[in-house]
């Protein structure tokens, strides 16, 4: 069975910090394109940070540019996004998703709040 499952999620004082994990489950990470997604309520999901199949190539919506990190471990199947300098904008509910040609996996999302 496919799998994508998120964690890591919370809750957090603006300019904390919280580290996200995708844990791939039914497939191999290494040949998928992987990124990270949100969506704040009344709001549609956004592109977060993207990370090629490599690692190579990364991109970052501009809104995170410098507070948030993507990385990918092929080996252990692995997703994660480190983020720092936490805003209040920053709430939303995070989505990986895993992209293959017409293979497109979500993960179920972890809630992540930034309040003080």
């Known amino acids: 069975q496919v799998q994508l499952v998120e964690s890591g999620g919370g809750l957090v004082q603006p300019g904390g910090s919280l580290r996200l994990s995708c844990a791939a489950s039914?497939?191999?990470?290494?040949?998928?394109?992987m990124s990270w997604n949100r969506q704040a309520p009344g709001k549609e999901r956004e592109l977060v940070a993207s990370?090629?199949?490599?690692?190579?190539?990364?991109n970052y919506a501009d809104f995170v540019k410098g507070r948030f990190t993507i990385s990918r471990d092929n080996a252990k199947n692995t997703v994660s996004l480190q983020m720092n300098s936490l805003k209040p904008e920053d709430t939303a509910v995070y989505y990986c998703?895993?992209?293959?040609?017409?293979?497109?996996?979500w993960g179920q999302g972890t809630q992540v709040t930034v309040s003080s």
């Open positions: 998703n895993a992209r293959r040609g017409a293979d497109d996996y």
């Open positions: 039914g497939f191999t990470l290494r040949t998928y394109a």
């Open positions: 990370i090629s199949t490599s690692g190579g190539l990364i």
